[in-house]
């Protein structure tokens, strides 16, 4: 079961720095297009990364929900 626990947070992890790291590319490049007045870069960046962007956030979300078992988390535990 230790296993299991090394595994799951190793991929967490990844998965969190994973998904804050497009969303950061997607924000920042989306900034870059507004001040240089190119709706083609505000919007193409979206279609490029958006789709890997919410299939991350999405895995890690539904990993976080294993972890509460697999670890045994409680509500209200701080």
């Given at each position: 079961?230790?296993?299991?626990?090394?595994?799951?947070?190793?991929?967490?992890?990844?998965?969190?720095?994973?998904?804050?790291?497009?969303?950061?590319?997607?924000?920042?490049?989306?900034?870059?297009?507004?001040?240089?007045?190119?709706p083609?870069?505000?919007?193409?960046?979206?279609?490029?990364?958006?789709?890997?962007?919410?299939?991350?956030?999405?895995?890690?979300?539904?990993?976080?929900f294993?972890?509460?078992?697999?670890?045994?988390?409680?509500?209200?535990?701080?």
């Open positions: 079961m230790n296993a299991v626990k090394t595994a799951t947070m190793i991929l967490f992890k990844i998965g969190l720095v994973l998904f804050l790291a497009l969303g950061v590319v997607v924000v920042l490049t989306q900034a870059v297009g507004l001040a240089a007045g190119s083609g870069l505000v919007s193409g960046v979206v279609s490029a990364l958006g789709l890997a962007m919410t299939v991350a956030a999405g895995a890690t979300g539904l990993l976080a294993v972890m509460a078992y697999v670890f045994g988390w409680k509500p209200g535990e701080d």
